[in-house]
């Protein structure tokens, strides 16, 4: 069964959840959310940054782990009544004055026999007696057949009872919303955002049978294999068991470009006129550059910071490669700059961008230019 409604970016998809929470804490909406999407595509982590920015305490739960009574609670006899009583289980909102995100991950992937104990949840916003606090907001999570996951065609009967959101990878967005904010190793951000089509090649290796894949989550991952492990040579095989053999075979040969020009911090330590000669000259090393230099901005960093990322537009003027010419470097500046901008505003660090004669002389220049 297709997912029938517009496929959108992760990005997206956090925009339409924050949109449903502030509905339903002003009291014009209540209902419940559920997010299609590959597996690795970040549903999880759209979740968690959303309970996060709303100081909503998250309860995850994983259905493909759980009983249909691990909901409903557990019985016990009330002598004095003469009826049974249901324990309610600790895994679900109880408090009123805390608001609360309740998170049923693997919706799809959940035994038959549970979906009727979900469907009080999303519906009725109850399991048995226990009614959910008003202050719960309520998403859902799973993967499609198609995907190559474990899951289970869902009814209408279910269906219905949700608002859907069908997430599709796009690499500007999860490059910006994700990579950057959380300091991903550079050859990753400068690898994805020349290669775009690797970020994610579920499609691909399902049609050729093969195991794995390239998704945001191994992205990830391969970020951390990169810092944790440093013997190259099993660093190589970690990767290509994250990646699959010719996505890592490519990315390993970038990788090591990167890791031979790129010398990020030692170009923040040197003057200006001595850094001239660092810069590396090729698309991915500028690239990783600009990624590098963004994670490395501090209150007393990004001051240089600003003067080695305004010098990229003017490398076909300072160095004599001819390389330089053909690079998008004042593109390369540009973004950049917008990404070294955000950072500042987030960490308070804007005061050095007043201050910056380099990043005046760069603003000029656009303004001249008609790209102000």
Known sequence: MSINTTAISAGRALEALRAGHAAQAAGQMTTSWMLHGRPGIGKTEIVQQLAQETGSQLFDLRLTTIEPQDLRGLPFYDHDTRRTVWYRPEDLPDDPARPAILF?????????????????????RRVGRHLLPPSTFIVAAG???????????????????????????????????YAVPRGL??????????????????????????????????????????????????RNVLIAGTLGEAAAAEFILVAEEIAATVQASDMLALKQADRVELYPAS????????YALVALAGRETIGPAIEVMADIRRLSQLRPESEFARLPLGELCTYGFELLIDKALAEGLQEAFRDSRAYADYAAEREAAGRG
């Open 185 to 234: 190793h550079p050859a990753v951000t400068a690898f994805i955002r020349t290669r775009p089509d690797l970020l994610d090649t579920t499609e691909e290796a399902l049609r050729r049978g093969q195991m794995i894949a390239c998704t945001p989550r191994s992205w990830s991952r391969v970020s951390t294999i990169l810092t944790a492990v440093p013997d190259k040579a099993l």
């Open 104 to 124: 049923l991950d693997e919706l799809t992937a959940a035994a038959p026999s549970l979906q009727p104990t979900v469907y009080g949840l999303l519906q009725e």
């Open 283 to 290: 698309l991915h090393g500028l690239t990783a550059l600009v």
């Open 143 to 177: 993967n499609a057949v198609e995907d190559g996951a474990v899951a289970y065609e869902m009814g209408t009967a279910l269906s219905d009872r949700l608002i859907h959101l069908f997430l599709r990878p796009e690499a500007s967005d999860w490059l910006t919303r």
